[in-house]
């Protein structure tokens, strides 16, 4: 009798244990089909006549255009490689001069520098010795010739004029390319305009990056004296991020402008693709300006744009579509003073549309243009 007891007594605590969990899974059950109404209502929000008045509410409705989209690049000015040059001179000697500074501009022909040393006299004195020289081989081999042919002379004393004066009129060539190459014309030199100074000519028009002399310094031929800039090598180095790869092509117009003076762009045309992604998520276009802009400087940090796929689609002002936790939303006007948030699936954008994916379901629904993010600002709210 006493182990029947135990076991009604057992068999009651079970009972209501069960009884117990099934009342608290109903509850449970009450509570989140409760708190799921919630999260639904709170994608709608109600106005006041005060609200709509302040924020200055406007419709619209799914439009059909052409569209084009606009990717935006930014990077830095840079000079190529093969228009940055150091300019050295040809011959040791003393920096007598220097007729430029940094950042200043230059002619193609203009003095840069004045070098100063012995060196120069005595190259310029062996040219003429050595012209003098070789005027009278010449002369005694044409004699020698004259000679021969009456076997007045050997063919040995022939051979030794020859050769003599082949030897002079190489060494006279040679002594003739190293003056080209300091700068002094070989041909109008004579005894009485001999110097002991060469200019350091500008190869090119430009600007003046670097100064490595200065006055009264000694300088070997091997030593840098300035290096200079060819602003026709300039190049825009843009960053292209991995979604935008596809669409930058080469050979794209561009528009290009720096942060200074936005509203001023310049034209321009992709030249190169770096085809890689770097660990940032992006890659690198090169591009050259249409025409020089001076305003455009090495190192400059500018902004561009790259209108791409032209299409025609559905969309709505870009103002109608609000941002919240990485996603798109637009406003419904669903009368009475309520506006339900829906989300969207956005496509390309321009500077005053943007496209919607999918859209069937907004055809012929007031959407709010002007105040949506105020009504995302209200919605945000009323939701914490």
Request: glycine letters at 6%; hydrophobic letters at 35%; a positive charge.
């Amino acid at each position: 009798m006493y182990l029947k007891n135990i076991a009604i007594f057992s068999l009651s605590i079970i009972i209501l244990t069960l009884s117990s969990c099934s009342g608290k899974k109903e509850e449970e059950k009450t509570v989140y089909e409760n708190t799921k109404f919630k999260e639904k209502d709170q994608n709608t929000v109600q106005l006041s006549d005060q609200q709509i008045k302040s924020v200055g509410l406007t419709t619209t409705i799914i439009q059909e255009k052409t569209m084009q989209k606009l990717v935006r690049l930014n990077g830095k000015v840079e000079i190529a490689p093969s228009h940055i040059s150091s300019v050295s001179s040809i011959m040791g000697g003393h920096i007598k001069s220097i007729n430029v500074i940094n950042g200043s501009h230059f002619n193609k022909g203009q003095v840069l520098a004045v070098v100063e040393d012995q060196q120069f006299i005595q190259l310029q004195q062996d040219y003429l010795v050595t012209k003098a020289q070789l005027e009278s081989a010449r002369l005694n081999f044409n004699r020698q010739k004259d000679l021969n042919t009456s076997k007045a002379s050997s063919d040995k004393t022939l051979q030794t004029a020859q050769a003599d004066y082949s030897t002079l009129n190489a060494t006279l060539k040679g002594l003739e390319e190293k003056l080209r190459m300091i700068g002094i014309n070989a041909k109008g030199l004579n005894s009485s305009n001999i110097r002991s100074r060469i200019n350091i000519y500008a190869p090119f028009s430009g600007f003046v990056s670097k100064i490595l002399v200065n006055n009264g310094q000694y300088i070997n031929p091997s030593d840098t004296l300035f290096e200079l800039i060819n602003p026709s090598g300039l190049l825009l180095e843009l960053k292209v991020f991995e979604n935008d790869v596809n669409d930058v092509k080469i050979g794209q117009e561009i528009l290009v402008y720096n942060n200074q003076n936005p509203d001023k762009k310049s034209s321009a045309k992709t030249i190169s693709i770096v085809p890689s992604i770097e660990n940032g998520g992006s890659s690198m276009a090169v591009a050259k300006l249409s025409s020089p802009n001076p305003e455009f400087i090495k190192g400059m940090y500018i902004n561009a744009e790259v209108t791409v796929n032209s299409r025609f689609t559905i969309g709505l002002p870009n103002e109608s579509v609000v941002s919240f936790e990485n996603k798109n939303y637009v406003f419904e006007d669903l009368g009475n003073k309520k506006y339900k948030m829906i989300p969207v699936n956005t496509g390309i954008t321009d500077d005053h549309f943007t496209e919607i994916l999918k859209a069937d379901h907004l055809k012929d629904k007031k959407i709010v243009r002007k105040g949506a993010y105020s009504l995302l600002m209200l919605l945000k709210n009323k939701a914490e």
